[in-house]
């Protein structure tokens, strides 16, 4: 018994060693001045990182492009399915079915085919869809319609809608009272969810905006594919570095918000 | 007038579910019908014809395009899922401490893909990359065959990014298997991998071939880690797909769709042959 742990523990071991030796070389090639022997030159450097700081407007510009093209399709995207989960709690229980059939399409129609089927669509046709931040924004809104739908779905379960609408109809509060000031308040957590994993997948993507947007967008992605493409040097590796915190720090958030949920769920059925 | 007004009032209900149909079947299911449609019109005439998939078949550059991704992707998931099932292996029977300090590693791993990914491995492997120059200081030739810039040279890329997506899904699964079952079958004389074979590997089967369809249908649609390290040239699906629509010379749409439809069949396919291997499994009464 005791061997088969042994057995466990090296393959854990060497998996971590797998996994963690990309993100330490581009980490400590990031704190270089160059990478062309064994031994990193100068190491450890911080002359890129004061750079990135303080010398690099367009990068954090990029940034909150990013940050901007990203929040308006999840709020977009959050006040259809609310809007949705409403008409479902309070009128038609039946609707769910058909809105997660719909809701889960994304998953097969990735990114790449569905920025392309659109672009078939309705790209130079002269309608108001036409326009590529309208095509932009609403293939975000669609692209992250599985984790809105998820995240919304648990909670709503989580809180047992239900119970409650059915309490504050008997107490006399009306189905929109009771939706907006009761139940919507009660689904922060999921609605945080959904928005912090949405975030994470168009902070990430190139695909759709560089196909919808060719080269209108600067977003940190394309920043990062510009970087990668003029010159590869330590430069590069800080930007990558913090574009991978932001994303990571929002990971986490979400990790341990979900956590959370699934132990006040825990605590409820007990 | 008693059912009209009830006609009315489901009407009623159903307004505040316009904004997400709009944009549903606006920037969803129309586009997707269009694509479709587009990819059976011939070009040139505007009729229906099956000339972009015989283009697509037919076509060097295309064919290329479909052989490679599928062999990059069959051969990465496969790589994957058994590393994957070991390692979630591993996390299940050290019990609930690994889980809590492996996880995060798993987070950061996954949150390092697209170009962190490419940049590392370019880092690393490139031409000029660490583990040639320490290769080639030693004396070993062992990395003298192998170029990142391959198609099967980025297959560890995948495969890489692969496995923490694979672990996370599969752990679930592992749930379903009883601690007790363990001992029980160990008292009864059962080896560690008899009971793996036997027990343990079926109950886990359904989540396994569901993973198996969520890992193929990633990898086949990767399309940033490629498009740096390979360019924009990459005989690959996603890539071939994107170029037939972008700013390049040779724009061709309707060869796109058609590519694009090709590409959809072949994760449908994968999804499709899991789910009946669920079935499968199911009835052979191991589903717990």
Redesign the interface.
């Known amino acids: 018994m005791k061997q088969n742990k042994v057995g466990h523990y090296i393959v854990l071991g060497v998996t971590v060693v797998v996994m963690i030796v990309p993100v330490l070389f581009t980490l400590i090639y990031g704190f270089s001045n160059g990478w062309l022997d064994i031994l990193p030159s100068d190491f450890p450097s911080f002359t890129y990182w004061k750079e990135l700081f303080f010398d690099s407007p367009l990068f954090w510009q990029n940034v909150l492009r990013s940050i901007y093209l990203c929040v308006i399709p999840i709020i977009i995207s959050l006040v259809c399915m609310i809007l949705v989960m409403y008409t479902i709690v309070m009128h038609m229980p039946k609707l769910d079915g058909l809105i997660q059939t719909i809701s889960m399409i994304p998953y097969t129609l990735r990114g790449v085919v569905l920025a392309i089927s659109v672009l078939t669509l309705y790209a130079g046709k002269g309608t108001i869809f036409s326009d590529r931040t309208i095509m932009l924004f609403s293939v975000y809104s669609v692209i992250i319609l599985p984790f809105v739908y998820r995240g919304l779905r648990n909670n709503l379960y989580a809180i047992n809608a239900k119970q409650i609408v059915e309490a504050a109809e008997l107490l006399g509060a009306s189905g929109i009272y009771t939706f907006f000031r009761i139940i919507v308040p009660n689904m922060l957590t999921g609605i945080a969810v959904a928005a912090l994993l949405s975030f994470g997948l168009l902070f990430t993507d190139f695909p759709i905006v560089k196909l919808i947007g060719g080269n209108r967008y600067e977003t940190a992605q394309t920043f990062l594919w510009n970087q990668q493409r003029s010159g590869f040097g330590p430069k590069t590796s800080t930007y990558i570095i913090m574009v991978f915190l932001i994303i990571f720090t929002i990971a986490t958030a979400s990790y341990r918000l979900q956590h959370k949920v699934e132990k006040q769920d825990a605590e409820k059925t007990k | 007038m008693h059912f009209l007004k009830k006609k009315l009032k489901?009407v009623l209900?159903?307004a505040?579910?316009i904004?997400?149909f709009i944009?549903?079947i606006?920037?969803?299911?129309?586009?997707?019908i269009?694509?479709v449609r587009?990819s059976f019109t011939d070009p040139s005439s505007g009729a229906f014809s099956f000339v972009n998939y015989q283009t697509c078949f037919t076509k060097g550059a295309y064919v290329a395009s479909i052989k490679n991704s599928l062999q990059v992707s069959c051969i990465a998931t496969a790589v994957v899922m058994v590393?994957s099932f070991?390692?979630a292996?591993?996390?299940f029977?050290?019990g609930i401490t690994?889980k809590k300090w492996?996880m995060?590693?798993?987070?950061?791993?996954?949150?390092?893909?697209?170009?962190?990914?490419?940049?590392?491995?370019?880092?690393?492997l490139g031409k000029?990359g660490?583990f040639r120059?320490?290769f080639n200081?030693l004396g070993s030739s062992l990395l003298d065959n192998y170029s990142l810039y391959s198609y099967e040279g980025i297959i560890p890329l995948y495969i890489?990014f692969g496995?923490?997506l694979c672990v996370l899904l599969l752990l679930p699964g592992f749930d379903a298997v009883h601690r007790e079952w363990k001992e029980a079958s160990t008292l009864l004389g059962c080896s560690?991998a008899g009971f793996w074979t036997r027990i343990g590997i079926p109950n886990v089967m359904p989540t396994i071939l569901g993973t198996l369809s969520v890992v193929f249908?990633d990898s086949i649609?990767t399309?940033?880690t490629v498009?740096?390290i390979i360019s924009s040239n990459a005989a690959l699906l996603?890539i071939k797909?994107?170029t037939?629509?972008?700013?390049d010379l040779k724009a061709r749409?309707e060869v796109?769709?058609a590519l694009?439809v090709i590409?959809?069949m072949m994760?449908?396919i994968v999804?499709v042959l899991c789910n009946i291997g669920k079935r499968i499994s199911a009835k052979r009464g191991v589903s717990v």
């Open positions: 489901s209900y159903l505040p579910t904004p997400f944009l549903a606006g920037f969803l299911i129309l586009p997707f269009s694509m587009s590393a070991f390692i292996l591993a996390v029977s050290t690994t492996f995060p590693i798993m987070n950061i791993s996954q949150n390092f893909a697209g170009f962190p990914l490419a940049f590392a491995f370019i880092l690393m000029q660490f120059l320490l200081k890489w496995i923490p560690s249908a649609t399309y940033t498009y740096i996603p797909i994107g037939m629509f972008g700013g749409p796109g769709c694009s590409m959809i994760i449908l999804m």
